[in-house]
């Protein structure tokens, strides 16, 4: 759980710097990154480690936090909504190299949950399939991650200053 609420503040905070870079709408930024953090946080961290354990002929458990321990989360959704908000209003942190380290800790994160998600949760004999483990864990990561923090953010500002 530890490093899935980690993951979150991460998430809300990278997606709301990328989408303050194109588009300056603090309000729509904040609903951005809470929103594609739900959701990406969730596939990354449970949804694709745990369709990994299936794939591969695991007995896995699905623990949703965002639905089970809803309260738990949100904490972690309002402070990196904050740190987004700081990030905003701190003028060296919209340079791409703070964005770059932003995603690159995101992402680290991302892959350390979904980790251990897929070990706490039914895959603890992960070794005997290490090479197939490793790609999988980092399609759970990579895709899901660069979709929030770069992709999403980007086509929402996009769209919002054509209109």
Sequence with gaps: HTFHYIHIIFAVSGSMVMFYRYAQRLVL????????????????????????GIMLGKAMDLHICFFTDFTSVVPFLIIGALNGLVMFYIKDFKTEANSLNL????????????????IGHGFADYHSYLGIFFLLMLGAV?????LADVVVPIIIARMVNKK
């Design 29 to 52: 930024g904040i609903v951005i990154g809470t929103l594609s953090a739900s959701f990406f946080c969730t596939l990354s961290d449970v949804l694709l480690p745990y369709l990994a």
């Design 103 to 118: 995603h690159f800790f995101h992402t680290f994160v991302s892959a350390v949950a979904s980790i251990f998600y897929s």
């Design 142 to 146: 990579v895709l899901p991650c660069t």
